[in-house]
């Protein structure tokens, strides 16, 4: 079988997915970042033979026959069409689009081309995620009403390591981030335990500014959000995008007409599985408290990857897309995506709105095509320099004087 040569564009987290791939046979032939010491750093930890580039446009000359799109958080849309254009495969990290516009841009140019697209979303496949789309796929549970998904991740304000790798400049997306925008983490694995997909949304901010002094840069007093949707199945999920409230967690939850299934919150993968007295499985007992197991051929290999073990399967996947001429299944092929960062970007209107509900669209209708074709609102400043157009908090939230003048001398000159 051919040896896939991959181009990593964003060296920090892209550095990080490029282990997978060589992990999986793939050679890493080139490297891009717009800032040198990022990129040469990456490269000498990657090894001998990589091309390093600074100009995306160079960088796509390369041959090499796929892309790992790690940049910043909301701009992968537009490279992803570069890639389109040139032939190349796309793996693409967090939403997949960072405006509707760009939504609809990124589905009708893979629409034209031959290329494999796939969203990086990697919690789908941490391994409680993955055992509680075993069960859902077994029927056990009955019919699903509900799904809840969190991730929860508070930093210390004062890990200044963290804020330097990735929070370095006061422009810097993290600092303008909307609570619900990164969302994938919580929203994509109950997508693809159920195989829901949202169809409307609305969504309520916890706000809470701190005024200690910290180091930051960041305009957002949102802690968290709380997003719920009513999806194409009649379901209803309720999912964070990227909180912050105490204590670090992942938790999902699903649940249907004859059970319940969920990860245990500070009791590392531990699944509880509980079912109506009335109508268990044969056999089964009615609470059901256990570690699951990856039952997969890979398993030293994932157990070396990040995101518990996330980072090598979705890497997997993508592979055996290219290899086979498929795209991949739900919820990583691309409609999925821009469904996904859809209920990202139209949640935080909702938020803004009081709750106003969204329709969720699908990109495949003209409908919603001709309605959202010149939609362009953000949060966040362009690379161009292009400034927000779009409030990135429920309420106003600027850092304060002397936390300013901590992030500069603590962050960005450190």
Request: aromatic fraction near 12%; hydrophobic fraction near 35%; charge should be negative.
């Amino acid at each position: 079988m051919k040896k896939l040569k991959i181009g990593v564009f964003g060296a920090h987290r892209g550095c990080h997915l490029a282990h997978n791939f060589k992990m999986l046979g793939c050679e890493i032939v080139a490297l891009c970042d717009f800032i040198d010491r990022r990129r040469e750093k990456a490269a000498k930890e990657l090894g001998d033979g990589i091309v390093q580039y600074s100009d995306f446009d160079s960088f796509i000359e390369h041959d090499m026959d796929a892309v790992i799109l790690a940049n910043f958080f909301h701009e992968h849309a537009p490279y992803a069409i570069k890639c389109f254009e040139k032939g190349l495969h796309v793996f693409s990290e967090c939403i997949s689009n960072g405006t509707m516009a760009e939504g609809i841009e990124l589905v009708k140019a893979f629409e034209k081309s031959n290329s494999v697209y796939m969203l990086a979303e990697n919690y789908p496949q941490m391994i409680f995620n993955r055992e509680m789309k075993r069960i859902c796929d077994s029927g056990t549970l009955g019919k699903i009403l509900y799904a809840e998904g969190e991730y929860n991740h508070p930093v210390d304000p004062m890990d200044t390591s963290f804020l330097s790798d990735y929070n370095y400049f006061e422009r810097h997306w993290r600092n303008y981030l909307p609570r619900t925008y990164y969302i994938t983490h919580s929203l994509g694995p109950v997508m693809r335990a159920t195989g829901a997909t949202p169809k409307k949304v609305t969504a309520f901010a916890m706000f809470e500014a701190n005024k200690s002094d910290f180091p930051t840069a960041r305009r957002v007093g949102d802690l968290a959000a709380s997003v719920m949707t009513q999806n194409d199945d009649g379901s209803v999920f309720r999912i964070t995008g990227c909180a912050a409230y105490g204590a670090h967690h992942n938790a999902y939850r699903i649940c249907g007409t004859e059970g319940q299934i969920e990860n245990i919150r500070g009791m590392g993968d531990k699944i509880m599985l509980r079912y109506n007295s009335w109508s268990k499985p044969e056999g089964a007992e009615e609470t059901n408290l256990y570690d699951p197991e990856w039952n997969d051929k890979d398993e030293e290999l994932i157990m070396k990857s990040g995101h518990g073990g996330g980072d090598y399967i979705t890497a997997r996947m993508f592979i055996e897309c290219i290899n086979e001429g498929k795209q991949p299944e739900h919820p990583f092929d691309i409609y999925s995506a821009v469904a996904m960062s859809s209920v990202a970007i139209l949640s935080h209107r909702s938020m803004l709105e009081g709750g106003k509900p969204y329709d969720i669209p699908d990109f495949r209708d003209e409908k919603w095509c001709e309605m959202y074709k010149n939609d362009r609102l953000t949060p966040f400043y362009g690379t161009d320099g292009s400034e927000p157009t779009l409030p990135c908090s429920s309420k106003p939230c600027e850092p304060t004087e002397k936390q300013l003048r901590m992030f500069r001398e603590m962050v960005v000159e450190k």
